[in-house]
Every structure is written in C-alpha cells, then in structure tokens.
C-alpha cells in the first residue's frame, strides 16, 4: 500500500522559511515522479513543482520560481520542499503526490500540511 506523509508545515512569519517533507511507504521516492501543490481557502489546487523520477530534473510555477525547491533523498525515501522568503499569499494546505508523469494525472496523494504565513 502506497502512502504519502507530508510534514513540516507550521506558522511563519513572512519573510522566513520552512522545509516541507514528503515520506513514502509502499514505493521508492525515484520510481514516480513527485509533484508538490497546495490549495488555500477558496481557491482551486495549484501544481507548484515537481521532481522527474529519471533524471532529477524539475519544474516550479512562476508563483514560486525563485523561492522554492525540490529535491529528492532516495536513502530517506522523502522529498523534500524547502520554501524561503514566505509571503502571505503562500498559506495554504500543501499536498505531495506520485505519479508517471509531473502535467499527468497523479496516482498517490497525501494527507497535507498547513502552512501559515502571517505576522
């Protein structure tokens, strides 16, 4: 049985920064590709970045470019989503996900984290 646990989340003031954990079980992290997104109130899930289980490469969405990064510890089965230079607008619910592809369906979700960005 395949799972995703996201942790890592919190309140931040703006400004600062926050390392976001994906863990799998039940799969190796480089077998799918892993896609990070999250959702705020009111607003539809938003596709922030993945990591491409070949060959490491990755994308990000404007939003974040710059700020966030993906990166993948195969011998801890985790990757890992470091945030800095938060703003407000970045709280949300973020989710990890596995799949085949980074703009494919993807097959795993986990259960999130609450980032909150606020002074």
């Known amino acids: 049985q395949v799972q995703l646990v996201e942790s890592g989340g919190g309140l931040v003031q703006p400004g600062g920064s926050l390392r976001l954990s994906c863990t799998a079980s039940?799969?190796?992290?480089?077998?799918?590709?892993i896609g990070w997104f999250r959702q705020a109130p009111g607003k539809e899930r938003e596709g922030i970045s993945c990591?491409?289980?070949?060959?490491?490469?990755?994308y990000y969405g404007d939003s974040v470019k710059g700020r966030f990064t993906i990166s993948r510890d195969n011998a801890k089965n985790t990757v890992y989503l470091q945030i800095v230079r938060l703003k407000p607008e970045d709280t949300a619910v973020y989710y990890c996900a596995a799949g085949p592809g980074c703009f494919g369906g993807y097959d795993y979700w986990g259960q999130g984290t609450q980032v909150t960005v606020s002074s």
């Open positions: 990591i491409s289980s070949s060959d490491d490469s990755t």
């Open positions: 039940g799969v190796t992290v480089d077998y799918y590709v």
